[in-house]
């Protein structure tokens, strides 16, 4: 009687899962920020988050179903935890805005990539997301702000934050790949080594003065609702 052939040896090295005890929401939210402040959020995948962390996809798999749903989870855990929202309440309005302006924008600043994904999809409809709305909308009535012109006058305080990071950071790339860039790239952007390129024309302290002027408007916009 003929014998069952045994079956093939596997080739190369065996497969090993590797342990993931403990692994928690908040433990893959923390690494993957560390991966967007160091790659940024374009080159976060659940393959490169699991082997930072030294566990297999699985398991994140398990706690954030798509990459999509760890990249909302991600944004809303940082607007939670590095944007606090809670301030004295002896600061007014105007400082309100300009230490929650200051913040976005210093933690934005932080993470390449997070403002634009925050731009092209809005808050994330959570419970944080929706604080960080409703802060802001609150501080544009305590401004007097006409209920008809808050969602403009929303629009225009987030599109500062967000436009103003996308910017510095599509300034920072450039920065990268001209300092990269070989001799004869450099002759084509007419650059010599050690050049740099112009400032960008929204830096910190441009970026505020911005917002002062946003600040102004408010103002105006408050008198002439009184007067009205």
Not at 62 to 91: G, W
Not at 110 to 124: D, E, Q, T
Not at 173 to 193: I, N
Request: glycine share 8%; charged share 25%.
């Amino acid at each position: 009687m003929a014998q069952p052939e045994s079956p093939k040896a596997r080739r190369g090295r065996p497969f090993q899962q590797r342990p993931n005890v403990g692994l928690t929401a908040d433990l893959v939210l923390e690494s993957a920020l560390r991966l967007v402040h160091d790659e940024g959020l374009e080159r976060l995948t659940i393959g490169k988050l699991g082997t930072a962390m030294g566990v297999s996809r699985g398991p994140i798999y398990s706690l954030f179903k798509t990459r999509e749903i760890l990249v909302q989870a991600l944004i809303d855990h940082l607007l939670e935890s590095q944007i606090p929202l809670s301030v004295p309440d002896s600061i007014g309005w105007e400082d309100r805005v300009r230490l929650y302006a200051q913040r976005a924008f210093d933690v934005l600043c932080k993470y390449p990539g997070v403002a634009a994904a925050l731009l092209k999809s809005g808050f994330p409809d959570t419970k944080t997301g929706r604080s960080v709305v409703a802060y802001n909308v609150d501080l544009l009535k305590e401004a007097g702000t006409a209920v008809r012109d808050i969602p403009t006058m929303l629009m225009a305080i987030t599109g500062l934050v967000l436009g103003s990071v996308i910017q510095i950071e599509g300034q920072r790339e450039r920065e990268a790949k001209l300092t990269a860039a070989t001799q004869g790239e450099r002759r084509r952007y007419g650059k010599r080594r050690g050049d740099t390129l112009p400032s960008s024309p929204l830096d910190t302290n441009n970026y505020m003065a911005a917002l002062e002027v946003l600040l102004r408007g408010l103002n105006a916009s408050y008198a002439d609702n009184k007067k009205a």
